[in-house]
């Protein structure tokens, strides 16, 4: 991994990663259903192609042996397979309610309920933290005060 170039060419090819979150085909993946899982969170692959979407992202081809596939993932869904992994209830842009109220030196600035996205998940953490974005402000919040938006339509993450 090349730390100093987070940006662009950051896994070089035949690099061992690791995906922090869940692959489902978006309607790419010849063959099978959208929404279908193609490679679990935590499996660990290969870079074998670099290339570009839009023009702005880098996209890594992944070849993920134990699953038989080779997918698209961008630079934030990647992490080195010798990094420390510490599995998470939820994945980057996750929409999730705030399960209390949330406050910064007492005084309340997120109401409970209040609907937030993970920007960042921070897997070295204990307990996990994520920072969730929230109308007007960005925090870092411990995983036991999140809740998934949507209940019915949420994925817990498979074991």
């Known amino acids: 991994m090349i730390e100093e170039r987070y940006d662009e060419e950051r896994f070089e090819f035949g690099e061992q990663v690791r995906v922090t979150r869940n692959v ?11 929404g279908e899982l193609l490679v ?17 992202q880098v996209i ?3 070849h993920f042996l ?14 080195p397979a010798d990094a420390a992994w510490n599995p998470s209830r939820f994945e980057f842009r996750d929409k999730v309610l705030s399960r209390i109220s949330l406050a910064v030196q007492g005084q309340v600035i ?3 309920g209040a609907e937030g996205e993970i920007l960042m998940v921070l897997r070295d953490s204990i307990p996990m933290q994520y920072h969730v974005r929230f109308p007007g402000k960005t925090l870092q919040v ?5 809740e998934p ?7 817990e993450p498979e074991e």
């Open 60 to 62: 890594y081809t992944v």
């Open 149 to 155: 938006a949507d209940p019915d339509n949420f994925r």
């Open 142 to 146: 411990p995983e036991a005060a999140l």
């Open 66 to 79: 134990d699953q038989g596939r080779m997918v698209g993932c961008r630079a934030e869904e990647l992490i």
């Open 24 to 34: 489902r085909n978006d309607g790419t993946y010849p063959g099978m259903p959208v």
């Open 40 to 56: 679990r969170r935590g499996s660990v692959g290969h870079v074998i192609e670099m290339g570009t979407f839009l023009q702005d």
């Open 110 to 112: 997120v109401e409970k």
